[in-house]
Each structure stands twice: as structure tokens, then as C-alpha cells.
């Protein structure tokens, strides 16, 4: 370590009050050195001596590597996906621990600083200590810039992801025994949920959503429970379980629902859902029950969003992915039917043709499409000759086609961090992402040698496959702690940056730097880090001269104009 002495390089970070931003630090050694270890000091401010404690405001993460071991593939695109570059590569954000170095491997860690709204602007600086046990090591400058701006609480973009209540009994398995109130399910979903608001794409499909429907991959089921209703165990093929098609048999829990709602609000989402419907005209012999099962369910749900007035909130996804458009039709009638203008209705389509945005708006209240279809489906023509039809539109990434932006684990960064910038520049109202944690349903698939990680588990070794991680942006520990990932983070900065540009076209709408110009297209855009980080630094300084006048010189922050 000490054979680096000499380094004069600086870490340079910029962020805005109430944001997240971060940097790597690689190291590597010549030889076996075990013990080391990273530490941030706390920040000042030499002007005005305000502080940003490292307690507070620093967090450091050694980064693990996942093993991929794949075969290339191909999309209906007739396009591969990508190409199975297999070996380690770095993704996991464990808890700051000492490491141990070896000869010619890299050890990465994730810096990241955090400012509040109330953090005061100006040049902060302190130092990055490495060391190892006998304290040899180096001492890196870091500066951080706090922007005299801050990024909103919440959002007017629409971002939401997938995280089943079910999910934490297949990740952990027979170590998952919850008790009888869910106590321990509701700590793991708390600590998920927490994590995916702090990356800017919380859980609304299912946070406060009993109803389980589903009618794909040899599902035919409509059932409800936990959160939302209290049913009683009964025995269903050798199994207990508290869940029942029968609502009447349940208690919705009014007081439990809220709860979580408000939790939610509370966190900064500007909606939730309250269900998922499925698509119960699928097959004839479970018609009339399911359509009662969600029938039931909704008027209850209906009765708790407008007696506290959360019309404006409450959203409902129609059938997933439906190859049935009329009985996609027949759903939205029937919901609405029920439910009337008290929630919005949210209907996707992975249709890849021209005609299908012409369908599927007759039967949603928002549309849902995937990213790389947005051509295909001729998105443009339709918004312009229906734009009532797409006053809220939103669209996803999922496994394929075979495009970037995407969050396969051998992509660069920039496809995630380019999501936000790309929502904006093509204006879209929403991103709806399919799956947070473990996508273990089929081993040969998508990972073989599943298991929650150790603490100091550096090298995981899953055998990642066809899907590349996609679905997965956070790890389980064994002691059901949750990791983040580097890929997650990388979403959370680049809704970060789309907040900059919304913050600008607010104060200058015919800017030209609202033009984006680290995007050329949808499958075209900036991959030079230095270039982005440019990019997002002009953003900053023209709201602060938008502001404050065209003037303005930001490093007066934290003295002159404190």
C-alpha cells in the first residue's frame, strides 16, 4: 500500500442538498496484505466551518464480485442480447469492513456522499485514510461540493418496482420462520422497501397490495391476505396457509392497510397500488371466482381511498403482458365498473408492432411499454395524434430486447445511470422496473448456487446465467440484512441528474442544455464518465445562474454568499 505514497490525485464529488452521489476507489497490492482498511474523515467547510460528520454523511462499501457464466443469446429481435463475457464482476455493496488484498487483484469501494436539505452549500474537504493493521498505508484528498440547490422530496416523475411479500420465504427458505403475525416479514420488507426509496425506485406494486392474481407460467389462481386482509389458516395441498379466494372468510385490515400507505407517502412516493388483477377472463372454469375474489377485494379497498381522500394516489395494474386484448378490454370494464374514477388504471403491452398503442389505449387510464419497443411501437406518431390518451405515460426495462439502457450485470453503468436522463429527454411520466430481489425461479435460467451472501463474502459464487442478474438489484444476507448494488445506485444517481433538468426547465424551459446532449437516441448515449459528470455540472451551474444570476460564481458557496 505504501508504494503509492506519492499519489497526488483528489477525489472530486458534486451533489445538490438532498442527494446521493459517488465515486470508486480501486486498489490493488503486490502482495499478500491482509487487514486493510478504508476510512472517510469528517468534511469541513474551511469558510464558513460547517461540517459534514462522516458518521452522517459517508458511507463506505467494499464491492463484491458475482461469478457470470453464460451463453450468449438471442431476443425476438433477432438480435443478441449480449455477448456471454464471462468471469467476476464487481456489484454487491457490502458494509465497511477490513479487507484482504492479494497480488494482482483489484479491490474496489464505493464512496458515496450524502447531503440533507438543510446541508449548507460550499467546498467541503477532508481525507480518505487506507491502511492495513501495522497503520502503513496513504491519505487521499477528497473534496465535495455542495450545490446551493436541493433536489425535492418528492418527485413529479413516477417511478415503480416489484417486490412480492412471498419473496423472503424463497430467498431464505427454512431459515424464514416468521411468526404468526409476520413480524420478522414486515422488518425484511422494511429494510428493502427503506433501500429502494433511498435508489429512487420503491415497491408500490405490492407494499400495500393483498391480492395475489395471476395467470401465466401455469398459474390460474386469484387469491388475498397478508398485507392487506387477515384470513384463517386452512390446509391447501399439505400446506398452511393464511391466504383464500373467499374474501368473506378475511378481514380486511383497515388499520394495517393505512399504515403502510402513509409509511409510504411519507417516504416521498407520489402513488401506490392496490393490486395487481391478472387476467381472470383467461381461462372459463375460473371465471366466476376470481371475478369475485377481486371483486370483493377492490370494494373494500375502495371504501379506505375515498374515505381518506387518496383518489389521487391509488393505482391499479391491469393484466401483465396480455397476448388477449379483448380480454384485456373486458378487465379494465369490469374494474371500472367497480371502482369508477377513484383510481388510475394502469395497462402495459410487450407487443413489438405498430398497431398496439393503438388498442391498448382504449382500455387504460396509463400506458406501460418496454424502452426498447418505444420505436417499434411507433410512440411518437400515437402520443401526438392521442395526447389525451398518453397524458401519463410510462415505460420499463425487462430482460430483453436487445437494446441498451439495460441492467444486465456485464453493461456499463452508464445504462443505468442514463434511465432518469432518458425519461426526461423523451418525456415520459414513469419507470416501472419487473423485479428488485431474487430471481431464483428457475435455476437453470437464471442462477444456479443461489444463496444469501455472508458479510464478508467478496467473491459470490452464483453461477449467474441466461438472465444476467437482470431482476435482481439487491442481495440478501444470511443474517437477512439486505445489500445494495452497484447497478441500483447507478438508477438513483441517474434520477438524481433527471431532477437537475427538471429543476432547470422549470426556470428556463427553453435551455438549451434541456436538449440532453449525452443521449443520442434510445440505443445511443454517452458512455464517457468525465463527459457525463460534465454534462450534469453545466446542468448545475446554469440553476444556480438561473437563480442567482448569470454572475454567479459557485465557489463563493460557503462564504460569500452564506
Given at each position: ?157 413516477k417511478t415503480a418496482s416489484f417486490l412480492h411479500w412471498g419473496m423472503a420465504s424463497k430467498i431464505w427458505g427454512d431459515a424464514f420462520v416468521d411468526s404468526s403475525d409476520h413480524s420478522r416479514l414486515k422488518n425484511v420488507m422494511l429494510k428493502m422497501t427503506a433501500l429502494a ?117 391509488a393505482y391499479l395494474y391491469g393484466p401483465d403482458e396480455p397476448e388477449n386484448f379483448q380480454h384485456a378490454a373486458d378487465t379494465y370494464a369490469y374494474v371500472k365498473a367497480i371502482l369508477g374514477d377513484n383510481i388510475k388504471y394502469l395497462q402495459n403491452t410487450n407487443k413489438n408492432?405498430?398497431h398496439a398503442l393503438e388498442e391498448v389505449r382504449k382500455f387504460s387510464d396509463i400506458i406501460d411499454i418496454n424502452l426498447g419497443f418505444y420505436e417499434i411501437n411507433d410512440a411518437e406518431y400515437f402520443r401526438s395524434k392521442y395526447p389525451d390518451d398518453f397524458e401519463e405515460f ?169
Amino acid at each position: 500500500i505504501d508504494s503509492v505514497g506519492g499519489l497526488t490525485n483528489q477525489f472530486d464529488i458534486e451533489l445538490a442538498k438532498n442527494e446521493h452521489e459517488a465515486a470508486q476507489l480501486l486498489i490493488s497490492a503486490d502482495l499478500d496484505i491482509s487487514g486493510v482498511d478504508v476510512e472517510v474523515s469528517d468534511l469541513i467547510n474551511c469558510d464558513t466551518q460547517s461540517e459534514l460528520m462522516a458518521g452522517e454523511h459517508v458511507e463506505i462499501n467494499p464491492i463484491a464480485y458475482i461469478n457470470v457464466n453464460m451463453k450468449a443469446q438471442k431476443s425476438n429481435l433477432e438480435e443478441p442480447i449480449l455477448i456471454a463475457n464471462n468471469g467476476w464482476y464487481p456489484d454487491p455493496l457490502l458494509k465497511n469492513q477490513t479487507v484482504a488484498l492479494k497480488p494482482d487483484e483489484l479491490q474496489p469501494f464505493l464512496i458515496t456522499i450524502h447531503t440533507t436539505q438543510d446541508t449548507p452549500a460550499g467546498d467541503y474537504t477532508g481525507n480518505i485514510i487506507v491502511k492495513d493493521r501495522s497503520n502503513r498505508g496513504l491519505t487521499i484528498p477528497i473534496r465535495v461540493r455542495v450545490w446551493d440547490f436541493e433536489l425535492p422530496k418528492v418527485s413529479r416523475f413516477k417511478t415503480a418496482s416489484f417486490l412480492h411479500w412471498g419473496m423472503a420465504s424463497k430467498i431464505w427458505g427454512d431459515a424464514f420462520v416468521d411468526s404468526s403475525d409476520h413480524s420478522r416479514l414486515k422488518n425484511v420488507m422494511l429494510k428493502m422497501t427503506a433501500l429502494a426509496f433511498k435508489n429512487k425506485l420503491p415497491p408500490s406494486f405490492f407494499f400495500a397490495n393483498g391480492l395475489n392474481s395471476r395467470d401465466w407460467r401455469g398459474y390460474n389462481h386469484t387469491d388475498v391476505g397478508y398485507p392487506t386482509h387477515d384470513c384463517p389458516y386452512t390446509e391447501v395441498n399439505g400446506s398452511l396457509t393464511d391466504r383464500s379466494s373467499d374474501v368473506s372468510k378475511c378481514a380486511f385490515n383497515e388499520e394495517r392497510t393505512l399504515e403502510l400507505i402513509n409509511y409510504f407517502l411519507d417516504k416521498g412516493a407520489n402513488h401506490f397500488f392496490v393490486g395487481l388483477t391478472g387476467n381472470v377472463f383467461k381461462f372459463k372454469n375460473t371465471l366466476v371466482l376470481r371475478k369475485m375474489t377481486v371483486e370483493s377485494y377492490l370494494k373494500d379497498y375502495l371504501k379506505l381511498i375515498t374515505d381518506n381522500n387518496l383518489q389521487e394516489y391509488a393505482y391499479l395494474y391491469g393484466p401483465d403482458e396480455p397476448e388477449n386484448f379483448q380480454h384485456a378490454a373486458d378487465t379494465y370494464a369490469y374494474v371500472k365498473a367497480i371502482l369508477g374514477d377513484n383510481i388510475k388504471y394502469l395497462q402495459n403491452t410487450n407487443k413489438n408492432n405498430n398497431h398496439a398503442l393503438e388498442e391498448v389505449r382504449k382500455f387504460s387510464d396509463i400506458i406501460d411499454i418496454n424502452l426498447g419497443f418505444y420505436e417499434i411501437n411507433d410512440a411518437e406518431y400515437f402520443r401526438s395524434k392521442y395526447p389525451d390518451d398518453f397524458e401519463e405515460f410510462w415505460w420499463n426495462i425487462n430482460i430483453w430486447p436487445a437494446t441498451h439502457p439495460n441492467l444486465f450485470i456485464q453493461y456499463p453503468l452508464a445504462d443505468a445511470r442514463i434511465l432518469g436522463p432518458m425519461s426526461y429527454k423523451y418525456k415520459m411520466h414513469g419507470f416501472e422496473y419487473w423485479q428488485l430481489i431474487g430471481d431464483i425461479s428457475n435455476p437453470e435460467k437464471a442462477m444456479a448456487n443461489y444463496h444469501p451472501l455472508a458479510p464478508d463474502e467478496l467473491r459470490v459464487n452464483w453461477f449467474v446465467q441466461e438472465k444476467s442478474l437482470d431482476g435482481t438489484l439487491m442481495y440478501p444476507g444470511n443474517d437477512f440484512s439486505i445489500y445494495s448494488s452497484m447497478r441500483f445506485e447507478s438508477i438513483r444517481d441517474g434520477f438524481e441528474d433527471m431532477e437537475y433538468l427538471f429543476m432547470l426547465e422549470d426556470l428556463k424551459p427553453d435551455h438549451e442544455l434541456l436538449s440532453v446532449r449525452t443521449i443520442f437516441g434510445l440505443n445511443e448515449f454517452e458512455y464517457d464518465v468525465e463527459k457525463i459528470l460534465q454534462y450534469r455540472r453545466e446542468v448545475a451551474l446554469a440553476i444556480l445562474k438561473e437563480k442567482y444570476g448569470p454572475d454567479y460564481d459557485p465557489s463563493s458557496e460557503g462564504s460569500a454568499r452564506q
